[in-house]
């Protein structure tokens, strides 16, 4: 086969979409959720426990993370 003849296909398959794969329908985005207010007052709440829970080196004490999650769901329970 000549380069030309070569050219020429690879041109042809441009043309024509050249694309073998089939695309999969494409999906609008839906809205982002809005988040709960209890979730608010957890993540806040999270936040101010976190650091008594942790090392100076930034990691977890021993089943502190565990600890941290239980104590800011008791604080944001209280919080208003």
Known sequence: MHIDKVIELL???K????SSKKTAPTRSKSA?????AYSKKYS?????V???H?????GWK???YKKAVKAAHAKAKRMK
Do not use: L, N, T
């Not at 982002?32 to 709960?36: A, C, F, N, Q, V």
């Not at 942790?54 to 930034?58: A, D, E, H, I, Y």
């Open 50 to 52: 976190k650091s008594k």
């Open 32 to 36: 982002k959720r809005k988040p709960s």
């Open 11 to 13: 041109q042809a398959a």
């Open 62 to 64: 021993k089943d502190g």
């Open 54 to 58: 942790m090392k100076k080196s930034g």
């Open 15 to 18: 043309e024509s979409g050249g």
């Open 44 to 48: 806040k709440a999270f936040k101010a």
